[in-house]
């Protein structure tokens, strides 16, 4: 099985920063990507931004690009997003998921996810 557990989310007032760490344990694969989502209540995850693994290869979303950065620490199996001048927007509960495969933007191909970590940018 494969745990996935997010950390680093909080309150910070808009034009800030935070960085959200995923810790991956468990079983690996071949080819595999880990990406970060993100959801408002009663709407449906949203990409946010995804790293291939193998060869860090990275795709982020129009609506975060130039403020948000995925990396990741293959020797500590973390992945990080780091995110510059926050927005209000930017508010949701953020997920570390992890797929099979190359970098996918809907979030039902992904098949682990964690439990979140809300993020709250106040104006």
């Known amino acids: 099985q494969v745990q996935l557990v997010e950390s680093g989310g909080g309150l910070v007032q808009a034009g800030g920063s935070l960085r959200l760490s995923c810790a991956a344990s468990?079983?690996?694969?071949?080819?595999?990507?880990m990406g970060w989502f993100r959801q408002a209540p009663g709407k449906g995850r949203e990409f946010v931004a995804g790293?291939?693994?193998?060869?860090?290869?990275?795709n982020v979303a129009d609506s975060v690009k130039g403020r948000f950065t995925i990396t990741r620490d293959n020797a500590e199996n973390k992945l990080y997003l780091q995110m510059n001048n926050l927005k209000p927007e930017d508010t949701d509960v953020y997920y570390c998921?992890?797929?099979?495969?190359?970098?996918?933007?809907?979030?039902?191909?992904?098949?682990?996810w964690g439990q979140g970590t809300q993020v709250t940018v106040s104006s």
């Open positions: 790293i291939r693994w193998s060869d860090g290869w990275t």
């Open positions: 998921e992890k797929r099979l495969g190359t970098i996918h933007t809907d979030d039902r191909d992904y098949n682990y």
């Open positions: 468990g079983r690996t694969f071949s080819i595999w990507t």
